[in-house]
Each structure stands twice: as C-alpha cells, then as structure tokens.
C-alpha cells in the first residue's frame, strides 16, 4: 500500500522556521522524484519545489528561492522540506508527492505528473 505521510506543520511567527518530513512506503522511493506543493484556503494546489530521482537536482518556485530547502533520504524514504524566513503568506496546507521517473526525465511542476499524495500537513505563518 502506497503512502506518504507528512508531519512538522504547526503555527510558527513571521521570520521563523519549520522542517517538514514526508515518509513514504510502498513503493519505490529512490526512483521516484519528489515534490512539494501548497494549497492555501480558496486556491489552487501550487508547486513549491522538488528534487530528482538522482537527488542531484532541486527546482524551486520563484516565491521560495533563498528560504525553502528539499532534501531526500533514499535509506529513510523521507524526503523533506526546510523553510525559513517563513511570511503569511506561506500559510498553507503543504503536500508531498511523488513521481515515478526514469533518471533523464525532468522535474515537472505539474500536479497531474506526480502519481502518489500525501494527506497534507497545516502550516500557519503569524505576521
């Protein structure tokens, strides 16, 4: 059975920072690339960053670059995400996904390329 489950959300102050992890099981971790995406109250699920299958490679959006960190453990099949610098307007639900891959296939953006979802974990930025 397939599964990612995310954990490290909370309430943290503008500035502050969070790590969040996301375990997987079930499949193959270490060829699969990993993601995070966002969804905050009324909008759409966005991309926030990932890594390659090769964990040589990370890809962040334009709002997090300089603050937010992917990282992968293909021994644990956990992959995380540090934020700092966290504003308001990183409230979120935050997901992991993952993407079954070959090692030459780009990292995608897209909500509809990665095939496994975690539950999602709250994060709330006090201003």
């Known amino acids: 059975q397939v599964q990612l489950v995310e954990s490290g959300g909370g309430l943290v102050q503008a500035g502050g920072s969070l790590r969040l992890s996301c375990a997987a099981s079930?499949?193959?971790?270490?060829?699969?690339?990993m993601a995070w995406f966002r969804q905050a109250p009324g909008k759409e699920r966005e991309f926030v960053g990932a890594?390659?299958?090769?964990?040589?490679?990370?890809y962040y959006t334009d709002s997090v670059k300089g603050r937010f960190t992917i990282s992968a453990d293909n021994d644990k099949k956990t992959v995380y995400l540090q934020m700092s610098g966290l504003k308001a307007e990183d409230t979120a639900v935050y997901y992991c996904?993952?993407?079954?891959?070959?090692?030459?296939?780009?990292?995608?953006?897209?909500?509809?390329?990665?095939?496994?979802w975690g539950q999602g974990t709250q994060v709330t930025v006090s201003s």
């Open positions: 996904a993952a993407r079954p891959t070959i090692l030459t296939t780009p990292m995608s953006t897209e909500v509809s390329d990665y095939a496994y």
């Open positions: 079930g499949f193959q971790f270490s060829r699969c690339a």
């Open positions: 890594i390659s299958r090769s964990r040589a490679s990370t």
